[in-house]
């Protein structure tokens, strides 16, 4: 396997690419778009329940980017916002673009599994940022999605998982598939548990 980037290098990498004239909007359009293509040749989701998991920051944001591709593509999609409302600007802005479409967008309430009747389960709430332990909301629907039946597809890192030395919060998602953006992450590259799954490396064009 190739070796991977730390959080820190991958933010220098995309530093690097706006400075070449691509925007960081751009860029995770990018990303969303490109996992929603693996996600459509390799599931088929028209007619199908796909629930998207999204968190506050960029992860969350690309997770707003493949609901909407997935929704043009005719699947039933419902995103469920892990800890609220998106704070960073791209997010919001996909968040934005997701309410003009109908996408249905709810918080997640805790003992109500949101999850359970999904085809297909899209973890968008943590990315390579994180560290540590999950929050006790966070900690609650990571449960609740890995009790779930239905395929579970992490983009770019499953939430839990941390980028730089592999280590995982308790109870961080398991991943039946990750599409990772622009290059593998370290974490990705040392990780033996296997909660990955399989991992499909995608370019972003940076």
């Known amino acids: 396997m190739l070796n991977g980037v730390t959080a820190k290098e991958m933010k220098e990498i995309e530093r690097k690419a706006f400075e070449r004239g691509m925007s960081y909007t751009q860029m995770m359009e990018n990303a969303g778009a490109a996992a929603a293509e693996e996600i459509i040749k390799r599931f088929s989701p028209k007619d199908k329940l796909v629930a998207v998991a999204v968190g506050k920051g960029n992860n969350g944001g690309d997770g707003y980017v493949v609901a909407r591709f997935l929704h043009d593509a005719g699947a039933k999609v419902k995103v469920i916002m892990a800890e609220g409302e998106p704070v960073t ?89 990750t599409i990772t953006f622009a290059r593998l992450k370290c974490g990705q590259t040392i990780d033996k548990t296997g909660i990955c799954g399989e991992i499909i490396l995608k370019d972003i064009g940076i």
């Open 89 to 177: 600007e791209d997010a919001k802005l996909n968040f934005e673009r997701c309410k003009k479409l109908s996408i249905e967008i709810i918080e997640y309430i805790r003992s109500i599994n949101m999850f359970a009747d999904a085809d297909l389960i899209i973890d968008g709430v943590y990315g390579a940022g994180f560290h540590g332990e999950f929050r006790e909301k966070a900690a609650a629907l990571a449960e609740e999605i890995n009790s779930a039946v239905g395929k579970k597809i992490a983009l770019d890192l499953p939430s839990g998982l941390c980028a730089d030395d592999g280590t995982l919060a308790y109870g961080a998602v398991k991943a039946d598939l």
